[in-house]
């Protein structure tokens, strides 16, 4: 009996004990609810982080780059150029999501992240990547909103969970002017005005974004509009390929592209130079530098993007700030203090109004 | 039957011109059948106007109508010569891995961000590459073996290899940007056509499609074995080798203008069979005509259905599975 008493007498304190360390675990990690309603725990600050995607990678370097366990993709060629040196050389690590995920679990738990980051699309797929990933490895793993709208908030979010909201306000106050002032230039539009705008991808120029595709988002904003959305394209938004015929059809305004091949071509085509937007010269080519401005990857990079396409689609007012707007960006996204030479290779020949050509 | 041969054909080609006229008068570019009219007679007569009609009939859909004439004849023509050679109705023109080749050469070159005219020269040479090799190694491995099985095998492994570096290049690919592009050029499409790829698509397919016709009764030998053919006094062998060279040349050039267009090389011969008999002087005609026809009407639909373009690849297999069932079902010639 008596020997019975004690051994009890062990396991009550053994609980005891047990949940008084895993209350002092619990005490110390931190609770965040992430975008998808995910409850994320961090013990301690947050020393690293795994990018999941291309997208969290480059919000990341927009953030916090000295956070970064590495690029999910090897910056190329001229994107090192305008990158801060000791970032573009952090190693290439593979990423968690999409398409041909190239990441090995094991390559995550050697680099010894204190989260994994993941910013762009909730849906479940990449939510149940989150569990799982997060349920095998024990790294906590965060889903940000990616949405375009959301960027200030999704600013904000990474900034609790990394412990530097303050240090990050700047930036989401940044976001907020820019989408401010497009709603402004949104609202003044006159009814009916709004600029008609084709997108040509491929070095034919014809693949587009139909209907509501993530790769012309930002024309909403910049309020104009995309000619392949409306009659009997559909809704749902995606690239498909379209006939030259259908583009001639549609007339657009303005043509951008991300392409050089296509941009070449358009001057030297014939069927391309019956279009309005060729014979007025408004073809433009995005900026690409060191991530794309206009599409492509679809994260904050396309920020910018929203100015270029003010300058672009409505020069008179808005071309002239163009330079100046673009090295406030850079300076305080991209770490980058441009010097001219690497303005003018950012906004290389052909990106905006009185640097293109014409027939 | 032979007195009956020359009307078929006429009757087909009448067939033919009458399905061109109905896609010239289709597309997305709302124009009357007057508008269309117009600018034939514009570009028959030569005295050519700025008008938008203009520039719609001659340089967006002649080439474009050309183009599918062009890419359906040339693989019809090099599936049945392929499948004639090898003796075997399973075979496709990209047998030998020039398919494969090509989408290997196109993705590279998208890979490498160069502009149109060099996809289409890389996806042309690495087409006749690939072939080039599946014949030097069926050479090498020749031995003891049947040549023409060494020859299928040979094209096989080849061809596994080119769908590897393909896989590899798109995974390499920029996700955002190249991917969706190699993506769309594996699926095939006419929608880029312009005269310059006219031009130099249709002497290679000429020069192919011409000894095809000059040897087309002797073709015929080649479903007699090899012993029985030399009976006759005819080197099976050299006229095998004359016969793949220009059914080769047919489908790269092609395939470098549409992307990868599969099943019309298989199927069309088919039909045409079902409906002439395996006699290759008749099969030939009307696996041309067929062919032709077939992408022709194809490609007028994935351009005219919706407003954005249906792949060739997809609408083929559609439209195609049912076309050739039925045909079967109403067969009334044996496939041999």
Redesign the interface.
Known sequence: MNKFHRLSVFVVRLMMGLALVGWAGMARAETFQDSAGRTVAIAGPVGKVFPAG?PASIFLYMLAPDLMAGWT?APRGAERGLLVPAYADLPTIGRLT???G?ANLETVLAVKPDLILDYGSMKRTYVSLADRVQAQINIPYALIDGRFEKIADAIGAVGRLIGRAQALEPKAREAERIMAELKAVRDALPAGKAPRVYYG????G??TG?GGSINVELLKYAGAVNV?AG????GRGN????????V??WDPDVILT????FY??VWA???WQ?MRAVRAGRVYLSPTLPF?WF????SANRLIGLRWLLAVLYPERYNAELEAETRRFYRLFYHLDLSDAQLAQVLGPGTRPGTGRSK | MRLAGIPWFAAGLAGLFVLFCLAAAT????LSVGDVLGALWQGISGARGDD?AA??VL???LP?LAAALLVGLALAASGATYQTVFRNPLVAPDILGVSAGAGLGAVFA?FL????AM?QAFAFVFGLGAVAIVYGMAKVVRGAHEPILVLVLAGVVIGAVMGAGISAL??LA????QL??IT?WLMG?L??V?YDDLMAAWPAVALGLLPLAALRWRVNLMALSEDEARALGVDTARLRVGLVVAATLMTSSVVAISGTVGWVGLIIPHMARFIVGPEFSRLLPATVLIGAAYVLAVDTLA?SL????I?IGILNAFIGAPLFLWVLARARRSWS
């Open positions: 291309p993709r999409g398409r041909g190239s991808r491929g070095a034919d014809l693949q139909v392949a009659e009997g394209v559909g690239l498909a390929s379209v006939s030259i015929e259908q001639l059809a991300t392409d050089p091949n070449d071509r085509d014939a069927v019956r794309g599409d492509r990857p679809p | 597309g997305q570019y709302p938008a520039t719609v340089d967006i859909r474009r998208i961000s160069l502009p149109v996809i798109t995974y920029d996700p955002y940007d969706p592009a769309f499409s929608a880029g312009t351009r919706v407003a954005v373009e792949p």
